[in-house]
């Protein structure tokens, strides 16, 4: 289990109040202290892991080596580690590297097209997963080198390294397959079809990104500003762009102002847009009653519109 109350106990740290912020931030102080001082080396080379330049180092693409990857992605029948290959730097996230899982099977990579992959990896539920994950260098990972797996712990861990070496061989020896992916991903971070803000049910958005859009809606909430996030989904860039704009025009950049006003005013008149335009919003109230409260405030509001973009 990795939830913090299982861990303080097992560890003998006082949690009383468990899930009080303050409480946890000190329970979880406490855990990094005991940390540091029962497994220093550990501690300090994680810490040097907050350092770009050094993950980078670990994961280069112009020298490719297989490393040891931690992640909850790899689930806890893994004991969320395997042995990785960075294939690609992600080819629009310059904080990026696509990496395989060696752990699992690789045959899908080599012998299915860059749009099998694609849809088999961007689908929720497929049936079978490509084994392929983005590492981000700007956010901790815990990535190492082999030497730190000692063979009695490679068989604890259940990690086959002989296996995990012959994927490699086959995966160096498959032409095109880093043009390929990168087809993948490339293809992957366009924009969606059709308007963003009516793209929501082309494809769920990840539990990471849910956990920033919460973290965003927390902090308007507390009356802070609207901070940039990586965001993993494209389209969240662009669905929090438009929430700063309509929240606060006045808030943004000078460079900002005219990108939005040109972006509500394309909206306003071009029909093919999704939504209606302006003319069209005028003409649906000609069928209100003449002189009605309703009109009048709806009429007042389409000429203050139109101000704004001129």
Known sequence: SFRLPALTAANGIEHTGAHDALVDVRATVALAKLLRERQPRLFDYYFGMRSKKSVARMLSIAAPAMCLHVSGMFGRERHCLAPVLPLIAHPHNSNSVVVVDLGVDVDSLIRWDAERIREALFTKGAEIRPPLKEVRLNRCPFVAPLSVLRRQDARRLNVDLTVAESRVHALKSSAGLRDKIRSVYSQRAKEPTGDVDASLYEGFINDADRSRCASVLQGLLRGDGIREMDF??????????????????????????????????????????RGITLQQFRTALTQLPDGSDVRRALETHADEVEAFVR
């Open 232 to 273: 993993e989904d494209v389209r969240l860039h662009t669905l929090l762009w438009r929430l700063r704009a309509r929240r606060d025009f006045e808030a943004l950049a000078a460079n900002e102002k005219p990108v939005w006003r040109e972006e509500v005013g394309s909206r306003l008149t071009d029909p093919s847009l």
